[in-house]
């Protein structure tokens, strides 16, 4: 009923210092929650895309198989066992049917055949060791978006050289060599090969740069002096990363080898993702409610000041549903410009920060205006700004006016 | 008939038990200028609140326009006072932050029953009976207790309601007023057949209406 709009709003302005000190402590704490959950979501996004630039989202490879006693009967013989290794090939049988079927998973958007061979690449008398990493150019360029951290030439040029190499610029310094030159590289099979350097990518992992290589599947399968079926891992991509685990899974039974998604591979950075998460969302949360405490003091304020208007308004026949909504549209006005104010002061926030350049593999600040970081925001703050409201409003509502107007 | 009552008691338990209220029966009929009377403290104030609705803790019967309203709950009560009991306290009059004119019309706003501006008028109209008029758009706290006492009053009357308590509704008033709002209850009485009970101090005031009841000791003598 419009009448309980106008008399909560008479309070609100009735009381207009302590109005300004609600509002601004909602706004400190919007902004302040929707600020920090914005630098959570940008440092998720900013790791995950260094990270997906040299990790596929599942690897699919043949995993060790331990030997297992001849017998499963233990009891009415001692058997000695010694469990070993199987001394298999690490190949994965009829590579590229697996790579079909696995790229018809409708899920999958990126499938191809790696293989990776240990390497010396030599320097005069010196030799640098690292790894080259033999696949097609332009599905591992789809996955890992190489042609991004390319500083010299062109990863597509790879692709029409069978003799091209893509170095880390770590080596190239080291050995000074720019495009267009050649390299020297033994494998450790002892395959000895020059290859004509395409192209000089750095990322943001020195250690990388300065060991690792991209040649041609065909190339690196030369090195371990196998044939063109011999393929170590198949590395895939799905639409969403974080359903790469059951994905994982499906492949796992299509294929009969192992699939290993990015989070099970990479325990650690998942733990410390986690626990960056945990922390900013239970520090960001108790600002949010603690800065809802200001609405909950002048509410209550409110109430017990204008408890002889509640017993008025009682007599004259508004009831406690009335009475509630009066003081709940105090707490919701206060609630809803603090919310505002909070969002536009916190884009200010985001937008200061994007122009704050850190350096190193991080560059910019990364955080940027994120929607549902902001809509989630707005609704928690509204609820409780409903709830600061709500505990004083019931009380008032629960006023008896004879007790009052016996006073 | 439009209000009856029927064995009410009432007791009070703090700070010892203590019957407030005794056994007391009465009717009013539609268009009667009821007056209480008794000493103070002997329940006049604790019986209008039962009348009124307000307090629910008691036993016996009260009948208004028809209706039991013993057993109501709470939301059920508040609408009954809203459309049908006008009130005027015996000390807390105003919502201090509203203008008088506001004040006079809240309880029509909450009815809903007329239109914004239809109210407007009608609550103008009370207040010029009332002899404020020119009072309307001032904040209801910079009025005198008398002035705030009459504008009550036109608060009272602005749902047509079908009975109106008062109490003590002159006790604040000069004799010049007091005569001003007797006149205006009477005519309410009797020209628009609506009930008056008003609980009085005032001898006069209690000899001009239609009846008198008198209390003592929580019982009607
Ligand atoms: N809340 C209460 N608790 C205990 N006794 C009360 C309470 N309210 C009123 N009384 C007592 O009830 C009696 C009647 O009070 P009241 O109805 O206000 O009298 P009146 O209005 O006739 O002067 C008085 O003796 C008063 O002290
Ligand atoms: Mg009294």
Redesign the pocket.
């Known amino acids: 009923m419009r009448i309980n709009r106008n008399i909560a709003f008479t309070y609100f302005w009735a009381s207009k210092r302590m109005t300004v000190v609600a509002i601004l402590g909602v706004l400190l704490g919007m902004s302040i929650f929707m600020f920090m959950n914005s630098m959570a979501a940008g440092f998720d996004r900013a790791s995950g895309e260094s990270f997906f630039k040299s990790t596929p989202h599942i690897r699919i490879y043949k995993d060790d198989v331990v030997s297992a006693p001849l017998s499963s009967d233990t009891t009415t013989r001692t058997l000695i066992i010694n469990p070993k290794v199987v001394p298999n090939k690490v190949t994965i049988e009829n590579p590229l049917q697996y790579v079909q079927l696995v790229k018809q998973h409708p899920a999958v958007t990126v499938a191809f055949p790696q293989v990776n061979c240990p390497v010396f690449y030599n320097n005069g008398q010196s030799q640098i060791t690292g790894t080259t990493i033999g696949f097609p150019p332009d599905e591992a360029n789809r996955m890992y978006n190489i042609a991004s951290y390319m500083v010299q030439g062109n990863i597509n040029a790879l692709a029409q050289n069978q003799n091209g190499i893509v170095i880390g610029s770590g080596i190239a310094d080291k050995m000074n060599i720019i495009t267009g030159d050649h390299i020297n590289i033994t494998s450790s099979r002892g395959v000895n090969m020059t290859l004509a350097v395409v192209g000089i990518f750095k990322t943001n992992n020195s250690k990388e740069d300065k060991s690792k290589s991209y040649v041609n599947i065909a190339t690196a399968q030369q090195m371990l002096k196998e044939n063109g079926v011999f393929v170590t891992d198949i590395n895939v991509n799905v639409k969403d990363p974080e359903t790469a685990p059951q994905i994982a899974a499906e492949l796992s039974m299509l294929t009969g080898y192992k699939a290993e998604d990015w989070k099970a591979a990479n325990e650690a950075y998942m733990a410390a993702s986690r626990m960056r998460k945990i922390v900013i969302t239970f520090i960001s949360f108790t600002l949010l409610i603690v800065s809802c405490f200001g609405i909950y003091n002048i509410l209550n304020m409110t109430v017990s000041q204008k408890i002889n208007d509640i017993a008025i308004l009682k007599a004259m026949g508004f009831n406690g549903r009335d009475v509630v909504r009066i003081f709940v549209y105090q707490a919701l006005a206060i609630g809803a410009i603090g919310v505002i104010l909070g969002v536009v002061f916190a884009l200010i926030l985001v937008q200061a920060l994007q122009h704050v350049y850190i350096g190193g593999d991080i560059g910019y600040f990364p955080i940027r205006f994120e929607p549902w970081v902001f809509l989630r925001g707005i609704l928690i703050g509204l609820f409780i700004t409903f709830l600061a409201g709500y505990i004083p409003a019931k009380k008032a509502a629960k006023v008896d006016p004879v007790s009052i107007f016996?006073k | 008939m439009i209000l009856k009552i029927e064995n009410i008691e009432k007791k009070?338990y703090?700070p010892v038990e203590?019957k407030?209220l005794n056994d007391i029966s009465f009717t009013v009929n539609k268009g009667e200028f009821l007056t209480l009377v008794?000493k103070?403290?002997?329940?006049?104030?604790?019986l209008l609140y039962i009348l009124s609705t307000m307090d629910t803790d008691y036993t016996g019967k009260l009948t208004i326009d028809g209706e039991v309203v013993t057993g109501y709950n709470q939301n059920q009560l508040a609408a009954i006072r809203n459309e049908k009991i006008g009130f005027v306290f015996q000390f807390h009059y105003l919502l201090s932050d509203f203008t008088c004119l506001k004040n006079v019309m809240i309880p029509a706003l909450r009815l809903g029953r007329w239109s914004a501006a239809e109210i407007e008028h009608r609550a103008m109209e009370k207040l010029r009976l009332l002899g404020l008029a020119d009072q309307a758009l001032k904040p209801a706290s910079k009025l005198s207790g008398g002035q705030q006492q009459r504008v009550a009053i036109a608060r009272a009357l602005i749902n047509d309601p079908l009975i109106i308590m008062g109490d003590e509704p002159t006790g604040n008033l000069d004799s010049k007023n007091t005569q001003v709002v007797f006149d205006i209850l009477k005519e309410l009485s009797q020209e628009h057949q609506q009930t008056i009970i008003a609980v009085t101090h005032d001898n006069d005031f209690a000899k001009a209406s239609d009846r008198t009841i008198e209390m003592m000791d929580g019982r009607v003598v």
């Open positions: 016996r | 009070f703090d203590f407030v008794g103070s403290g002997c329940g006049k104030s604790t």
